[in-house]
C-alpha cells in the first residue's frame, strides 16, 4: 500500500489501462489460488462439510465487514472528490470533506486487510510457497488501494510523511492478521484445512466483490486480459 501511496506521489494516479490490467490480473491470480490450491488442499487436510463451511463464512465475513465498514473503491474516491469539488465552493469546505472521505477509506481499507492476512497465514500453514504466493497476490491488489487511501488524503491538504504513515497503518493491518492466522490455525490438521477453505473464500469474494467489477470499469477488455493471464500463470504455478 505504501508503495501505491508513493506512485500517486511521484507519477500521480496511473492511466485507467494500467490499472484494469493491474486489477485484472492480481483477480486472476487470486482466483487461481482459491480454485486449484486452497480448495483442494483444504478437502484433503479435513473434509467436504468443513471446506464448504470454511469457504461460506470467508465469503460472509468479507460481505458482513462490506456491510457495517463500507470498503470504498478507488472509482468511489473519484467519484467523491468530483463531488465534493462541485458541491463546495469553498477551497477549506472541500479539503475537509476530501480528509474525511480519506480517513474513511482508510479505516475501511485496514479493516479489510486483517482477513487478507488470515488468508496469508493460512497458506504458510500449509506450505511456505503457498503463503508466499498468496502474499504475492495480495500486495499486487494492495497497490491500487494505497492509491485509493493517498488520492483524498494528500487533495485534502495532509502532508505527504502522514500520508505514508497512514498506508503504512492500513497495510500492517494484514501483518496483524497474517500473525493471527499462524497463531490460531496451528491447532489440528482439520482446522488448517477449514482455515484454507476460509482464505478461499475471502479471497474468491474480494476478486468478485472489488478487483473484477473495478478493472471491467476502467477497461473491460484490458482487465479480461489481465484476469485470464493471472488465471492461467496460477494454473501453471499451482
Known sequence: MVLGAIVFMVL?????????????FAGGIMLAISVFELMPEALELSSMTVTIVGFILGCGLLYLLDIYMPHAHMSTTDKLVVENE??????????????????????????????EGLAIGAGVESSPELGMAIAIAIALH????????????????????????????????????????????????????????FAAGAMFYIVNDELIPQANKMHAHIANLGLILGLLIGFVIF
Open 142 to 197: 494492495n497497490i491500487p488501494e494505497g492509491l485509493a487511501v493517498a488520492g483524498p488524503l494528500l487533495a485534502g491538504g495532509l502532508s505527504s510523511l502522514m500520508v505514508i504513515l497512514f498506508t503504512f497503518v492500513a497495510g500492517m493491518m494484514t501483518v496483524v492478521g497474517t500473525a493471527l492466522g499462524l497463531l490460531l490455525f496451528n491447532i489440528s490438521t482439520v482446522f488448517i484445512g477449514g482455515s484454507l477453505a
Open 12 to 24: 500521480g494516479s496511473p492511466g485507467k489501462r494500467l490499472m484494469a490490467g493491474l486489477l485484472g
Open 86 to 115: 462541485q458541491r463546495m465552493p469553498e477551497k477549506e469546505e472541500s479539503k475537509e470533506a476530501l480528509l474525511r472521505t480519506g480517513y474513511l477509506i482508510f479505516f475501511g481499507i485496514a479493516l479489510h486487510n486483517v482477513p
